[in-house]
Each structure stands twice: as C-alpha cells, then as structure tokens.
C-alpha cells in the first residue's frame, strides 16, 4: 500500500517543481543577414521551435566566455547580427550577455568550408549542439550553410518553404536530434544483417541501423506501419544521424528534403522527445500545435513489416499476393491495376498504366561502405499529394 502511495506521488510530481515555459531561441551571426527570403524562412523556422517546444530554464546560463571558448571564430567578431522569432537587429557582441541570459537556445552560424561545400554539393547546411554541462541539454549550436550550394541557383521555382524545412531540420540537430549519444545505452539497439534482393532474384547482403533514444517513438511507429515486431526505427547508415529516407521519405528528418516539403511527423516528436541523458526529459513537445502538420505523415501507412524488413521487389510481390487491395504508391504494383488518382483539390481522373512505371535508384543507399545502389519500381509522375480512386468504365461499354 505504501508502495502504492509513493508511486502514485511520482507519477504527479514527475519533474519536481520543474516548469516549462515556450523554448526561447535565436540565430546570431558573425556573418550578415542571408538572402532575405532565406532569413525570413530561418525566422520562420524560430517562430516554429518557439511554439512547438517546452523547456525548463536552466540553472547554468551561459557566459560570453563559452562564446569564445567552443566557439573560437566569434573572437573576431564586434557586431553581430540577432534573429529571435520576432526581431531582427545588430548588436555589439558584449551586448549579446543579455541575450544568452534570456535565450534557452542559441544558435551560431559559423564560416562555410568551401571545399567541402564543393566536395558534397548536396550538402545544404549542417549543425551541431554544443553541451556545456554533462546531461542537461546544449544550450548553444553551431550551423555552417553551404550558400554556394543552394539550390535555388539550379531551380529558381524551388518555393521558400524549402528553406524552412532545412532550418527546422538542421536546428533540430542543433537541439541533438540524430548527434547526442545515449550514454546510458539503454535505447542503443544492434545493427542487424539481412538480405536484399534485387529483381532479377540475386541477393545482396547489407546492414540496417537503429536511432537511439526510440522509447516514444517506436510504439507510434509500429502502429503507423502495421507492424508490431518492429525492432527499432531505422538510420540512415551506422552514424545513426538522420531516419532511414527509404523507409520515411518525406519525414523531415530523413537525409533529403523534398522541394515538395517534409513533415515533423510524431515519430519525430517521439526520437527529440526521448533525446536525453541524465535523469530529465530535456525537450516536450505541444502537441496541439504539432498535430495539424504530424497528422498528414502518412508515408508507408500499413505497409507492414514486409516493407521494413525486405526489399521493394519482395514487399510488392508479397502485398499483391496476400493485400491485394492495399495501395503501394509510390511503388508499382498490380494492387493499382485500374485505379486512377486525383489532386486534392481537383475531380479530373489520371489513369496509371504499365508505362507510367520507372526504375529508380533509392535515396539514401550506399551510405554503408560497399553499399550497392538499389533500385524500386516506382510510378512515373506521381504527385506528392494525390487520392486513388476507381477508374470510371470507359465509354459506351
Ligand atoms: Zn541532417
């Protein structure tokens, strides 16, 4: 009875007298503003993390001397410029105490590595947190933006909206997503071999890799998949940094953005959640501001554990013999034989056929050493929004 009783007190003071408050976060640079659409986008993003996530205050504010020693570069600097969610302003860099004493998070952009830039020429942006006390969470990030990359220059429709989702991505690393270790262990799960097979029925062998810190997030992603034997929620390659992009797609932490746009889905609310050492959560997530945009993740919905644990040619040869009503898209499959599709907000009717089928490599593969490029079946043309429907007779019969 007794136990019961303190159990009972724990579960309603789980943090103490902890309180938490509308994470407050800023961008300051050594470097001037970006192009104005871009720097608008980056406040767009603060505006974002200012209301998706609850922190508690630190007891440990950070001194301009953290500033010079973690972050050497900003020893040259006197002005540097601020964005917060709302503002935008230059201030003399002693000026800036005041704002690491309010801020719960800031981030510094630091100098690009043109060759490395140059070398990668995917790379966008990349963003690391910078804890200062052992087990409560980074206060400070570094980003670096590969400016001569961006892909605006090869496709100037690209829309804005690209550039959010990278800052909400990379800060999202800042914060630890995919880069802070667990050092207890305790959510660390064993690579696992397997075989993929290739259409032509060769089996080639490879690797798969499980983020940390998936306590929340794997029970979600079980239900999302129909598959409740689901080890782990599978990286991106051994560094565990990113969701695996061929299994999560348009998720906003998997290794590429769509210039159709990625989703903070509620696997992601699950993995920064559980982002944490030492005893505290460090990160809480308001879920009512997260749900409209979470709730339209619905990349591989049901596709089963045939999807997560084989290759495409084997899950689409097993889902059109046992769920031949289940709907594979983006993959080809007999399952969409006489189904057409529309656009969200249109009633004319798009027929697939055989022809609208192409081979393409899958992103995201041959990260691991000696990886081979895997390709999948994938409908031509698909839009990234889109609803199947039946296909009307035809005509006069
Ligand atoms: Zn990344």
């Known amino acids: 009875m007794i136990i019961f009783f303190i159990f009972i007190l724990l579960c309603q003071f789980p943090y103490g007298t902890a309180q938490l408050t509308p994470m407050k976060i800023a961008v300051v640079s050594g470097y001037g503003s970006l192009e104005p659409e871009m720097q608008q986008q980056l ?40 964005q917060t969610p709302i503002h935008r302003q230059n201030l003399n860099f002693q000026d800036l105490k005041k704002l690491l004493e309010i801020a719960d ?28 006390v052992p087990d409560e969470r980074p206060p400070l990030a570094m980003m670096s933006i590969c400016l001569q990359n961006n892909p605006r220059h090869q496709n100037p429709s690209l829309d804005s909206r690209f550039f959010y989702d990278l800052f909400r991505h990379e800060i999202l690393h800042g914060l630890g997503y995919g880069l802070i270790i667990d050092k207890s262990s305790i959510t660390h799960k064993p690579s696992e071999k397997y075989i993929w097979n290739h259409s032509n029925g060769l089996g080639q062998p490879e690797n798969r890799h499980f983020l940390d810190f998936d306590t929340f997030a794997l029970e979600f992603t079980k239900n999302h998949f129909s598959c409740q034997k689901m080890k782990g929620v599978e990286a991106d390659g051994e560094r565990k940094n990113h969701l695996n992009e061929y299994i999560f797609r348009n998720e906003l ?38 749900a409209p945009e979470a709730d339209q993740y619905t990349f591989g919905k049901n596709f089963g554990c045939d999807f997560l644990q084989k290759s495409c040619h084997d899950f689409i040869k097993i889902t059109e013999k046992r769920s031949p009503t289940l709907k594979i898209a983006p993959f080809c499959s007999k399952n969409h034989n006489q189904m057409c599709y529309k656009l969200p907000d249109s009633q004319k009717l798009y027929k697939m056929s055989d022809k609208d089928c192409e081979m393409r490599r899958v992103i995201g593969d041959g990260i691991d050493k000696g990886g081979q490029q895997r390709r999948c079946p994938m409908i031509k043309h698909l839009p990234a929004k889109f609803n199947f429907v039946n296909c009307p007779p035809p005509p006069g019969g």
């Not at 007891?59 to 040259?76: C, T, W």
């Not at 020429?121 to 200062?132: F, G, N, R, T």
Request: charged share 20%; hydrophobic share 40%; glycine share 4%.
């Open 43 to 82: 406040q767009n993003s603060l505006k974002w993390f200012q209301s998706s996530f609850l922190v508690e205050k630190s007891k440990n504010p950070v001194e301009i001397q953290d500033i010079y020693l973690r972050i050497p570069e900003y020893q040259k600097f006197s002005i540097v410029l601020v």
């Open 105 to 132: 998070f800031t981030v510094f952009v630091v100098g690009q590595d043109p060759k490395r830039c140059q070398r990668d020429q995917d790379l966008l942006a990349e963003a690391l947190p910078i804890v200062l």
């Open 253 to 290: 932490m998997t290794t590429h953005l769509e210039a159709t746009g990625n989703i903070f889905s509620w696997i992601s609310v699950g993995i920064i959640e559980r982002t944490f050492n030492g005893p505290n959560q460090w990160y809480h997530i308001n879920r009512t501001f997260i």
